[in-house]
């Protein structure tokens, strides 16, 4: 076995789970090596998932495990954010019909029961939500002190004819961000920190396949790239549509949704919205003409309603985001680790 | 929402996470109404993974969360492990052609790379031998003691045509286990108490699914049930066998294989064999009328050399495991939890 490139670091830093570039770059000298050539979308590919070609259809795979502390919160807990995220990938690959999912999870000792049944009973409601099942699961216990509570691991399997990758910009096309920027990650930070703010600070966290289905039938294959910011958020996001499809994207800011909950904790921590983690929004990638229609389409959606058209994909700058603060223009840097471990 | 049943307890054991009883009453209690109705085998089954109608084929998808300690073991390591869990999960509802793997991992911040590269190397070779891939990915990091080092989830999928069952015995039908009886449980639990035992003592964690395709290429639908007894052992996964079928086992002690190291260990620890895990041993049911064609096929694959015949499906006593010791006959009753946590 020839061993692979030797890491710059000699240890994991938090930042390197954090979804910014320290993520992608452990991600790449690390564990690109296990992939193979696939017929279809494998890990190189560093989408939302895999996909592979089952006679018409493909067959979309998707794996997230989820460690967020604390593991209830404001607008949701860990066992919806297992299967929001898990559902949300599929969706982003075009996949809104779930086959099913997995469920793995692993519990600290002395776990209470209750906490256990509440974490379910919040996993059963989201597939609800999704039409969603879990087919198939697992259960390990660590001991006392070797694991800070739980950890739930969630893989989903689907079947779509059409797939949506996340490199299908080109000049002209526009950005439709479907909500609010932000909010789970600063809810979840407000909560560790137990900050009080004025007015609604709660986490997005919802399946967003009903509202990508509504997407795709109004775009159809005018939709050409689809991503929810989750870790990194916004920024992150629009850095791989950028980067994989090799245009400039101009992020008019003034446009951005943002809660007033979510701008008052932003301010008093010091943090970008647009750099943390959703867990209930999508950025959708339109053909120019299509634009108007799909957000119609995505305002029509319960979870849509605050959609907007935020950015544009430019030929200029390819790889990068330029910002309208609506003041000037800059760059918009890409985080190196998402400020907030254990978002997710 | 209607809330679950309480399950008995407060708070999780290490015997929830162990395999044997214990566990399987806090999955019913806890997890089994997440699942739903499917055209196929779903959660409720509680076999080795869930099989899917795709036209006239079976998508087979299984998970495990691996969280071995110590992570670097005589014979294997987590990353061989993961990947050998999920392949031969797989492997025993009769899919040995993996589609792919997906490969999520959450790291302690701190976790040397150069330990990283090594579980990444094992994984790799793990991949070759079972040709198989990883397509699809997650990392995320916990904070310094929120962790004890490394938690692997595998999941994988495949397609096959014909499902194999863990409730297809009928009495008559024989049982051939396809080699030495607990060694990884024995050489995990020998390298975290830093035992010296003459003679080798080594994790038998291979992938087996080529060596299952000989079993099914010699036996056709005469191979009535398949299980790999991991946690639990070869007591556990008898025990399915036998309540699913609602059959009686007679196990014929002195017919299974032990290794000198294993039984050597086992007597200084005061473990039974038959109840602690096994990575690279199925269990394989047969018809009385194909068992030699099917024991002479795995003998002469090279992780099924000591394979032999060691159980016989009874009309007697539906559910129990009869041991007869070559001495006398006793009931074996199936582990409450596995003596050792951690073991995979």
Known sequence: MTPGPTPSGERVGLKHGAGGRAMRTLIEEVFLTLGGPVDGVGLAALDDGAALRLGDQWLVVTTDSHVVQPAFFPGGDIGRLAICGTVNDLAMMGCTEVLGLTCAVV?????RREDLLRVRDSMRQACQEAGA??????TKVMGKGELDGIVV???????????????????????????????????VLAARRD????????SDVAPLNGLVRSA????????????????????SALHEFASKA????????PTVPLSPGTMAAAEILGIDP?????????????????????????RAHPLGRRAAVVATAIPERPGQIVLDTGLGKRILAEAEGDPLPRIC
Chains 1, 2 share one sequence.
């Open 107 to 111: 519990l600290e000792e002395g776990y």
């Open 133 to 138: 099942t879990v087919i198939a699961g697992d």
């Open 153 to 187: 691991n969630t893989t989903g399997v689907g079947l779509t004819r059409r797939l949506v990758r996340d490199d299908g910009l080109r000049p002209g096309d526009k950005v439709i961000l479907t909500g609010t920027a932000g909010d789970h990650g600063l809810a």
């Open 195 to 202: 900050l009080r703010i004025e007015g609604d600070l709660v």
């Open 216 to 235: 795709l039938d109004a775009g159809g294959t005018e939709v050409v790239a689809m991503k929810d910011p989750t870790r990194g958020g916004v920024a």
């Open 246 to 253: 090799r245009v400039g994207i101009l992020l008019d800011g």
């Open 274 to 298: 647009l750099l943390v983690a959703n867990e209930g929004k999508a950025l959708i990638g339109v053909r120019a003409g299509a634009a108007e229609r799909v957000l119609a389409a995505v």
